[in-house]
């Protein structure tokens, strides 16, 4: 690929100023990361991308006391161009080089070769990569909607089958991918975060309206708002 990568693509949106902490659901995530996949999936404007920011951006700095370790966090924002296999393991190859230059050590060759290889092929060797780095890693793919290769679905599907155990996957969706997902479910590997999770509480509601928006508003009307807009 001699297209220049759009490096913006692999920073991890900053949270935006007045969010809400959500600690019950980053508490959740934790919980989840001796998982192999967490997806967060819901419609636009359900806060999953501003969620899982906050979370790794938590994740990859100093654990406090009683959270899990420091982790790396290689993030990939997605769009409709990346919808081809060559370019999506182009940019994935160049999110873990954020992390580690290791961490594409092997699959970079066959991306720049003439040919792409086989898709087990190129999966086998980026699994590879994983498990010599070692070290705990987390993998974010966020608006995983835009991809319709099958090609990559099936790519996505066997690296979660083969993931080694210092890999958590993350997916960030407005719909659910064609991956594997109730045998992930029959199999305890998989964490859902789903609309119904990602609305607010009373307490959210109120904190949101008053302290990050300035209004002000009385008991009543947070809850009256709450109701009218479901949390």
Known sequence: MTTPLLTTKLYIPPVR????????????????LHRKLTLISAPAGSGKTTLASAWLSQRRTAAGEGEPAPRGVAWLSLD??????????????????????????????LLQAPHLPPIPSLVATLVNDLAAYGAPLVVALDDYQTVDDLAIHEALGLLVEHLPPNVHLVLITRHDPPLPLPRLRARGQVTEI?????????????????????LGLAPDDVALLEARTEG
């Open 194 to 214: 789903r609309q119904h999770d990602l609305v607010f509480s009373g307490d959210e509601a109120a904190r949101f309206l008053n302290e990050s928006m300035g």
């Open 17 to 32: 100023p007045g969010w809400v902490p959500r600690s019950h659901l980053i508490a959740r995530l934790d919980v989840g």
């Open 80 to 109: 409709s161009g990346d919808s081809d296999p060559a370019r999506f393991f182009t940019y994935l190859a160049a999110a873990l080089s954020s992390v580690d230059a290791s961490l594409a050590h092997g699959i970079r060759p």
